[in-house]
């Protein structure tokens, strides 16, 4: 089994960055892709970015194209997602994801292990 912790959550201004964790433990992640999901209040859970095993492959949403970067570290057995320039739109709780699939999904059923999730709050 795969136990994901995010981390790095905040309130933040509007134009504000923060940067989410996800630590991964139970056995290593490293030939898993690994997805960013978020979910604001009254709606699905959204696809936001997601990483293939090596790190070669990024998808991104549209909404967060240009803005966010994932990226991972398979040494430290974790992933991040750098957000710059954030907007009020992009609150919601955001879930870390693992997927054992040999391809990239980003869909929510593409993936095995979710996190608990961290809250990310941008003020106007």
């Known amino acids: 089994q795969v136990q994901l912790v995010e981390s790095g959550g905040g309130l933040v201004q509007a134009g504000g960055s923060l940067r989410l964790s996800c630590a991964a433990s139970g056995r290593t992640v490293s030939s898993y892709s690994m997805g960013w999901f978020r979910q604001a209040p009254g709606k699905e859970r959204e696809f936001v970015a997601a990483?293939?095993?090596?790190?070669?492959?990024?998808y991104y949403a549209d909404s967060v194209k240009g803005r966010f970067t994932i990226s991972r570290d398979n040494a430290k057995n974790a992933a991040y997602l750098q957000m710059n320039s954030l907007k009020p739109e992009d609150t919601a709780v955001y879930y870390c994801a693992a997927s054992s699939l040999s391809l990239v999904r980003t869909t929510v059923p593409g993936y095995n292990y979710w996190g608990q999730g961290t809250q990310v709050t941008v003020s106007s």
């Open positions: 990483i293939n095993w090596s790190g070669g492959t990024l």
